[in-house]
């Protein structure tokens, strides 16, 4: 059996540690804005009800509020938001939608399932892109098939919130 001694396992431990948090990956930066102005929903060629399309807006809208990350949040269009100088925008543009059945994923819990897919992109005043990433809402077991909007909004705040 080795013996150290007190002084050398502290050095040994010492020079771990060190090297431990050295060689950690710093934290990526977050980004920095007072507010946010969501756009409208952009379906583009996919076809989803408007229902769904309103629904995932007011949702985001509330969600974003709701987090905190920006002092203020404007819908498209208002024009309160023309004065500010690191206003950002977030534009979503559904990818994909799969409308499921409320009945079948009551019954089943394997079929049914209501899927949204989104490109969400928050760009700069000047139009350069900062963030832009896939996000995905949905209602797998229980529920309305709106409540995949209520999932999605969710995710997009996280995301918000995450990279500001």
Request: proline residues 3%.
């Amino acid at each position: 059996m080795i013996r150290y001694s007190a002084p050398c396992l502290s050095l040994v431990l010492a020079l771990g540690c060190t090297l431990a948090v050295s060689a950690a990956d710093p934290a990526p930066k977050k980004l920095s804005a007072s507010a946010i102005q969501i756009a409208m929903v952009e379906t583009g060629d996919t076809q989803i009800p408007a229902e769904f399309r309103y629904a995932m807006y007011e949702h985001l809208i509330e969600q974003v509020r709701q987090a905190g990350t920006f002092q203020k949040v404007f819908r498209g269009g208002d024009h309160e938001a023309d004065r500010i100088p690191d206003l950002v925008t977030l534009h979503t543009k559904v990818e994909k939608f799969t409308e499921g059945s409320q009945t079948k994923r009551e019954l089943t819990t394997v079929m049914g399932a209501t899927k949204v897919d989104i490109s969400a992109t928050v760009t700069a005043r000047d139009g350069h892109t900062l963030v832009d990433q896939k996000v995905t809402g949905k209602v797998r077991f229980f529920g309305e098939n709106l409540r995949a909007t209520n999932d999605l909004a969710k995710r997009i705040s996280k995301l918000l919130t995450a990279s500001f």
